[in-house]
């Protein structure tokens, strides 16, 4: 038979306190209502004892917040997305928090979904990687009270608390890393997304193609998944089109994975001949030979700063104040596909 779970007015028998005590301490505002470190400590080591687990309808509609965080991103898979995942869902359990993960998939009906449903079950607050399309909702969100912070892009228009990256610097000094290296004929391959991240790294290239007094090679491919096969051919025929291309930027990483498995197929040594960087780490950059250059965002920095604004507001409680906007700078993390010693040109 199962054993019953134990009450709080039977944790505070055992321990010969007021139930109010043992409230306090689970809630984590023992320091708050002044209870001495040594009875705080006591009755959290009882807690581990009998292996106590509170019930988190019953105290959500105690204390009015369910210690649950959505992040919603376009694709919790992506390297980038699921890292930042892990450092807000540990900063999160810290605190007592959980998070909840979903994927919008870019999409505004999809995300608009997941913010109701998550709405009706009383969640504490939003982290959101906006597709276009959701300024309502989202703005909705902001005006009942909810916790919203955007992140990798805002919705403009919209004075909402965010952490973004400086996209457009990262793209300038990107580019301007492989002319430093003598690379004067550089493709920028990118996405057809409606997003102000992808616009900046674009601006970012041109801009410091335009003042090297370089031509612009831009290959824009589109964003849908299911459509692989023919953005490799796009690929394919773009590099059959421009023989004289010394290098490629490509501007995320899992364009540039694509990419890279494109280039292989069109000439195995052709990876090795051009010079190659990406806009977003991975992982899998350190496995290629040669290794593969990237422009790295913070993905620790990130996650603390999106927690920190996030814990803000929660405690707030609504409270109207100026909204925050975080803009991170990243790192240019040169590897041997960019420096022109490791190509054959």
Not at 2 to 11: A, E, G, H, M, V
Not at 290 to 308: D, K, N, V
């Amino acid at each position: 038979m199962k054993k019953k779970r134990p009450s709080l007015r039977d944790i505070a028998e055992v321990l010969n306190v007021s139930t109010t005590t043992v409230s306090f301490v689970l809630n984590g505002k023992g320091e708050e209502k002044k209870i001495s470190k040594q009875l705080i400590e006591r009755v959290e080591n009882y807690l581990k004892e009998i292996d106590y687990k509170p019930n988190l309808i019953a105290r959500s509609l105690r204390t009015g917040n369910s210690h649950i965080i959505v992040f919603m991103v376009e694709d919790v898979s992506n390297h980038f997305f699921s890292k930042v995942g892990r450092v807000i869902e540990d900063i999160s359990y810290k605190h007592d928090y959980r998070v909840l993960f979903c994927s919008t998939e870019n999409d505004a009906k999809r995300t608009r979904e997941h913010i109701e449903i998550f709405k009706e079950r009383q969640v504490d607050g939003f982290i959101i990687v906006p597709p276009p399309g959701i300024k309502e909702e989202v703005e909705n969100l902001k005006n009942n009270g909810l916790p919203v912070v955007l992140f990798d892009r805002k919705i403009e228009g919209l004075d909402i608390d965010s952490v973004l990256l400086n996209n457009y610097e990262g793209a300038r000094q990107t580019t301007q890393h492989l002319i430093d290296q003598g690379f004067k004929k550089i493709a920028f391959i990118t996405i057809d997304l409606d997003q102000n991240q992808m616009h900046d790294r674009l601006k970012g290239y041109r801009q410091t193609v335009k003042e090297e007094g370089l031509e612009e090679y831009i290959l824009t491919l589109p964003y849908d998944t299911d459509r692989v096969a023919e953005s490799r051919k796009k690929i394919k025929d773009f590099i059959a089109a421009h023989p004289e291309l010394d290098s490629v930027f490509f501007a995320t990483n899992y364009l540039s994975q694509s990419g890279l498995k494109t280039l292989h197929q069109i000439d195995s040594n052709l990876v090795s001949n051009l010079g190659i960087i990406s806009f977003d780490d991975s992982y899998f950059f350190e496995m290629y030979a040669p290794t593969i250059s990237a422009y790295a965002q913070p993905i620790e920095l990130m996650g603390r700063e999106l927690m920190r604004i996030m814990f803000d507001r929660i405690k707030q409680k609504g409270e109207a104040s100026k909204h925050q906007e975080v803009s991170l700078d990243g790192e240019l993390i040169i590897r041997e596909s960019s420096l022109k010693k490791y190509t054959r040109l």
